[in-house]
């Protein structure tokens, strides 16, 4: 039987493409949205992705459908939490696009329920279903590497002020600016491989939004561990294309994906001395490319995977939890470094 699902809201960047991989993915049965914003919906419904859609009139309606099993959570970042909470007390399942708001004792409240009910809660960080980023990542928690001494993140982007989709004016509602809106992404990658950093540091700039004195629209976080560093940079303005790069350094070899790596693949390798196959020095490691939606296909498919019993997650709660508590940690969010 397929997995009975629902999409709760529109406003979250990822929504359009999260529908369309339900849709696509034969173990899934989308039953309809609901968007609780009037504006929010006249919109969606007008986007060929959602042609055919049913449309709930109510948050009661959609969590009241017999049979259904799980939500997927694609509200605006702060809206998002409230939705989670809703679809967690009603004991839905959670595929619930990033971060997951900016409010630690209410995302604790979501974990309570999350573990009274038995549910399954998985973030949306698309890229640790990138083939490159799980290269790098099993080489480091491999040993490959040797001891992992630091890892840089560069994830910047170009958004515009404002206008009717992602922009700084809506990212500004949230503490940390684009820290907050895209940081989770590499701490997920970060965290993966080097577990709670001890100490984290922020440095949150506006240097070219004059508009909103209040947006960090370059931002800098750096997090110290046990015998390591690493730095996440994202600011809002670069030119494209993004000049993103993931590096990871140890002491016996270091991992570099080259950008851009979306939809990207490469992996500059370089080791101490021959092992697993690969020779002494540096190499290049191709890997597939997949594009923004095949990401969401392969989330969706983990997601389900889980829920039918065929795999655990492939991130724990423990783990969703920390990349939230750090992330919070940067922002601010969650005082006491």
């Known amino acids: 039987m397929p997995i009975s699902m629902a999409q709760y809201g529109t406003g979250h960047g990822h929504a359009a493409g999260k529908w369309l991989a339900m849709t696509r993915n034969p173990a899934v049965e989308p039953l309809g949205i609901y968007e609780p914003d009037a504006a929010a919906r006249a ?6 992705v959602f042609a055919g859609a049913r449309w709930y ?46 409010d630690w004792t209410g995302f604790l409240g979501l974990v309570d329920r999350v573990r009274a009910h038995d549910l399954h809660l998985q973030m949306g960080y698309m890229l640790r279903y990138h083939d490159a980023f799980k290269q790098v990542g099993e080489w480091a928690r491999a040993g490959m590497l040797g001891h992992i001494f630091h890892v840089r993140a560069h994830f910047s982007t170009h958004i515009p002020v404002s206008g009717k989709a992602n922009t700084r004016e809506l990212i500004g509602r949230h503490r940390g600016g684009m820290l907050y809106d895209l940081g989770g992404h590499m701490l997920d990658q970060v965290l993966w491989i080097l577990g709670r950093p001890r100490r984290v540091t922020a440095f949150l700039h506006n240097h070219a939004t004059p508009e909103l004195p ?41 991992a570099t994906l080259l950008e851009p790596f979306e939809p990207g693949g490469q992996i500059r390798l370089a080791i101490d001395e021959e092992r697993n196959g690969f020779v002494a020095g540096e190499q290049f490691v191709t890997t597939d490319g997949p594009s923004r939606q095949d990401l969401y296909e392969r989330e969706l498919a983990s997601f389900v995977a889980t829920l039918e019993g065929r795999q655990p997650p492939d991130r724990d709660l423990i783990h969703e939890v920390l990349v939230q508590e750090t992330l919070l940690r940067a922002t601010g969010a969650l005082p006491g470094n």
């Not at 919109?43 to 060929?48: E, H, L, N, S």
């Not at 939500?71 to 679809?87: F, K, P, T, W, Y």
Request: hydrophobic letters at 45%.
């Open 43 to 48: 919109v969606a419904r007008a986007d060929q």
């Open 57 to 102: 009139e109510s948050r009661e309606a959609m969590l009241g459908e017999g049979g259904l099993q799980a939500v997927a959570i694609e509200g605006r970042n702060d809206e998002s939490l409230a939705m989670a909470l809703a679809c967690a007390g009603a004991a839905k399942h959670l595929w619930y696009d990033k971060p997951a708001g900016d």
């Open 214 to 254: 209040h947006f960090a629209d370059n931002t800098l976080g750096v997090f110290e561990f046990d015998g390591a560093l690493a730095t996440v940079e994202i600011a809002a303005m670069e030119v494209r294309p993004m000049a993103r790069r993931f590096e990871v350094y140890g002491t016996r070899g270091s």
